[in-house]
């Protein structure tokens, strides 16, 4: 019996001297133009936020106008020049530190995600690419069949009815290539499409030969939770910052009437009430660290409730792929090789052979797109909860 990942191996090696490895792929995409999108997109939404801390720059207030008293004479203008630059007096410093953190973390959630789904166009492509494998195999065997069939009927040893189902076996076959070369071929361009690669086939060896159970331990570091906790410490800050009694001052430096030095002056403007917009914002900010805080215990049973039935349906398929490759394709293999040997004993109907040969194949595929849908559920748990594929950890 042939490996399935021997069958792997064939395939990637037909296909291509200089096949591409995942690794590759993943590195690709980080570069690419969906990631760069992702990075200035996270950047551009914690600058926005962070513009409510920051103050505006030095500003000219000029005056003129006439007073009661005058220094020099009754009809001259007074007028007034000067500079004046607010000030935060309010403490920034945490939200700032929190913003930037959040970030960061935007940016690996967004490139976690193009990753995964990158990583789910690989193990399609490779899961069409081994079933083809499978197809070219079967339809090779066919052929060879068809003919040692043929040459049988000539000197009466087989019917007509056993040839014609042995070409229309091998003529089945031969449309089942042509619809998964076409579904790998769009696979194919999606892949190359999003990594943004000129790679010309793929390696697919390098994908887990078992399926396996992530680490307790990278769940629950999650850059999702770790996400949604700077965002509720984020939104605590921001909601402190907004009950400050005094946010901001503004201090100027000027002269009055004809720039005379000994009547330079300097002040300062100190807001005494906050008024019903500061007020309102105060209550906003309230009411956005209590939903981010929500948000966090939420996601957080959300999570633990979807960890625990993706592992329950992981040890499920990992259970029926041992199975399957262990106790059904063996004998279903055996079966094939008896009746093969009987059909041409004459001792069996090539129909019997034909019926084991599709029992034997429908395992095989079988096999395969049980590791394949493993592999893609694990994807689309890293992709939401932020977790970038690696080969690495895996193999």
Known sequence: MIPLRL?????????????????????????SDAARAGQYAAEAYTLQQRSELLTDGPSLNAQAGY?????????????????????????????????????GLSSALQTARLQNRVYTYYIDAC???????????????????????????EGGEFDRSAWLRSRLNVETLTLQIDELNSRYNETFRLLRATAQTEAESL????????????????????????????????????????????????????????????????????????????????EAAHRDALAAGAELRAMRSELDARVTAFTAA???????????NDELIPEAYETTVLLEERFMGSEASYLEYIDSQKMLFALLMQGVQLRADALKAEAGLFADLGITPSIKDKK
Not at 14 to 20: E, F, G, K, T, Y
Not at 136 to 144: I, P
Not at 314 to 324: F, S
């Open 67 to 103: 007073a009661d008293a005058k220094s020099v004479s009754k009809n001259a203008m007074e007028y007034h020049v000067s500079v004046e630059q607010p000030f935060r007096t309010a403490g920034t410093g945490r939200l700032e530190r929190l913003l930037d953190n959040g970030t």
């Open 314 to 324: 992981q040890q499920t398929r990992r259970a029926n792929l041992e199975r399957i």
């Open 7 to 31: 069958l792997a191996l064939c395939a990637a090696a037909s296909l291509s001297a200089a096949p591409v490895s995942l690794q590759t792929f993943l590195d690709a995409s980080t570069h």
């Open 127 to 153: 899961t069409l690419q081994e079933e083809l494998w499978l197809l070219q195999d079967a339809k090779t065997r066919g052929v060879q069949m068809e003919a040692l069939i043929r040459t049988g009927m």
């Open 203 to 282: 390696l697919c060896n390098d994908l887990p030969d078992t399926i396996t159970l992530p680490p307790e331990t990278l769940l629950a570091d999650a850059p999702l939770l770790r996400q949604l906790e700077n965002r509720h410490g984020s939104a605590k800050a921001l909601a402190s910052y907004r009950n400050s009694w005094l946010q901001e001052v503004t201090l100027a430096a000027g002269y009055d009437d004809e720039m005379d030095v000994q009547r330079a002056n300097l002040y300062v403007t100190i807001p005494l009430a906050p008024g019903s917009r500061r007020a309102n914002d105060r």
